[in-house]
């Protein structure tokens, strides 16, 4: 399987959503996000309690912004936030929109993406929004928490008569239902939470005000008191800006020294969305002791250091066998088992028969892309973190299974038609009766010649569209293998036109013609 590129632009963007209780809501939402190219999900989390979701996706330069914005606009649709209630702060349906640049782009390109989607959040769905972190344009409005205070109740009261409350796109007044949004780019974002064994939310508040950098606590570190109904517990909610600056081992000690000291115990901690490796790696360091520690002790980073250097002497290797002479049309490397299954097949392509030609290619093409988008549904749903759309992954496999069987059947039917044609046209026409036989003869067998590359390319026009439907929907790192099975299956297609046309001159039936051509239009070409 092929990968992402690290040099390929990558954003990530974790919004929140002020709905955690409706599975149906959130997952209205995570498909509108998916609904367009270079999308694609990589976590989703629902809390009760918090009446919140987040959904962490990634994207392109050019995609993500509009994913977003998708997700703004299904939020406004399916949640009234004038109904909300929940532990967690919260201003607007899609409460908070943050960017994260992760590969081959700057914090300053998201803030660009930030203002752009604040402006078109304001235009298109009459939300107003307020530019925050890296993107904020008042210094008052770096900190999340000075946006969102007095929560959607109390800016919805002050925003008229306050002009520090006004937003940085539209006018001074909320959405009826859908509030305000808030929109920024920032560096990684760790959400973290520590229970404590007490329902008492004062104590959690008391510890989170110690530790949180705007009380001259912990630097980077933003924490609340919460209080969890379902468990009947408290907790102390975090968000750790900047976790090689205050680690998750810090806070963690920190959080179970106060509470010692107020006669209460640590019962777990939990993480919200996504961490990255070397966050887990510190805590673990810390807590173990670990005076030898290296990166390279980790088994996951040696493997990727060592598939790394792999793949750079397979280059250069490659590199150098291009540059170098062959011999006899003789292979360097030696025959593996997937080219012995196909090398039979090119042979006879290769030879100087007319069969099997285009037609027949074009058709092991078509399959080879359904074959393609087989494998990336099938790797897919091994995700649990794409459980959501496994019902949609399952049903495309299974059509792109039949596609690929018919496809493959019409690699052998493709030079058979071709052999009939070439048998009428070897038909005596000495007589006229003889020369009606033939002519009919030649008619009958072009109209089946320009059949079978006519379904090949119906086929692989509908190959296609399965491939289309799985962007978004399926693993990251298959995106190259959706874009080599979409760029196959679009030749099969055009092959298929072609053959189709190399046959069409030798029938002079209008009807069948029109027919043909009615069946072209549907598949987006003309005669």
């Not at 959501?388 to 049903?395: G, M, R, S, T, V």
Request: net charge negative; charged share 25%; hydrophobic share 45%.
């Amino acid at each position: 399987m092929c990968y992402i590129s690290p040099m390929q632009t990558l954003i990530e963007c974790v919004p929140n959503f002020s709905e955690g209780r409706e599975p149906a809501v959130v997952d209205a939402i995570a498909q509108a996000i998916l609904a367009g190219p270079d999308v694609y999900l990589l976590d989703r989390e629902m809390d009760a309690d918090h009446n919140r979701c987040v959904i962490t996706f990634v994207g392109t330069r050019e995609s993500v912004g509009e994913a977003a914005l998708r997700g703004i606009g299904k939020a406004a649709e399916l949640i009234d936030l004038s109904k909300h209630q929940g532990a967690h702060p919260r201003l607007g349906a899609a409460d908070v929109v943050p960017f994260v640049p992760i590969s081959g782009v700057s914090l300053e390109d998201c803030v660009h993406i930030a203002e752009w989607v604040a402006e078109e959040t304001w235009h298109r769905f009459r939300i107003p929004t307020y530019l925050y972190e890296a993107a904020a344009r008042k210094p008052e409005r770096v900190n999340l928490e000075n946006i969102r205070r007095g929560q959607f109740e109390g800016v919805r009261s002050e925003i008229g008569n306050n002009p520090h409350r006004h937003p940085d796109f539209g006018e001074a007044a909320l959405h009826p239902t859908a509030g305000a949004t808030v929109v920024g780019a920032r560096k990684f974002l760790i959400a973290y939470n520590i229970i404590l064994n007490t329902p008492d939310i004062e104590p959690a508040k008391a510890i989170a005000k110690k530790i949180r950098a705007s009380s001259g606590g912990f630097p980077c570190v933003k924490a609340m008191g919460v209080d969890l109904k379902s468990r009947n517990l408290a907790q102390v909610s975090m968000n750790l800006t900047d976790f090689e600056t205050t680690s998750m081992a810090k806070v963690f000690e920190a959080v179970e020294l106060e509470a010692a000291a107020l006669g209460l115990q640590v019962v777990g901690s939990e993480i919200v969305g996504l961490v990255p490796r070397k966050a887990l790696e510190s805590a673990a360091v810390h807590f173990l002791k670990v005076e030898n520690f290296r990166p390279e002790l980790v088994v996951e980073n040696r493997l990727e250091q060592v598939l790394e250097n792999r793949n750079t002497k397979l280059e250069t290797r490659n590199s150098n066998f291009v540059q170098s002479p062959i011999a006899n049309n003789q292979a360097l490397m030696p025959q593996g088992p997937l080219r012995a299954m196909v090398d039979e097949y090119v042979k006879k392509v290769a030879d100087p028969t007319p069969t099997p030609g285009g037609g027949s290619v074009a058709a092991l093409a078509g399959a080879l892309a359904a074959g393609l988008g087989e494998m990336v549904c099938g790797v897919s749903m091994k995700r649990k973190s794409l459980a959501a759309h496994h019902p949609a992954l399952e049903a495309a496999c299974a059509r792109l299974a039949g596609l690929r069987g018919r496809l493959m059947e019409l690699v052998d039917l493709d030079p058979q038609s071709y052999e009939a044609l070439m048998r009428a046209f070897k038909l005596p026409k000495s007589s006229e009766s003889e020369q009606s036989v033939r002519n009919l003869a030649i008619e009958d067998a072009s109209k089946e010649a320009s059949m079978v590359p006519l379904e090949t390319a119906e086929l692989a026009a509908a190959v296609a569209h399965e491939i289309a439907s799985l962007t978004g929907i399926t693993i990251p790192q298959a995106a190259s293998d959706l874009s080599v099975a979409a760029n196959m299956a679009e030749s099969a297609r055009r092959g298929g036109v072609e053959n189709v046309r190399a046959n069409k001159s030798a029938i002079p039936d209008v009807s069948w013609h029109k027919s043909v051509e009615a069946r072209l239009e549907k598949i987006g070409t003309r005669e």
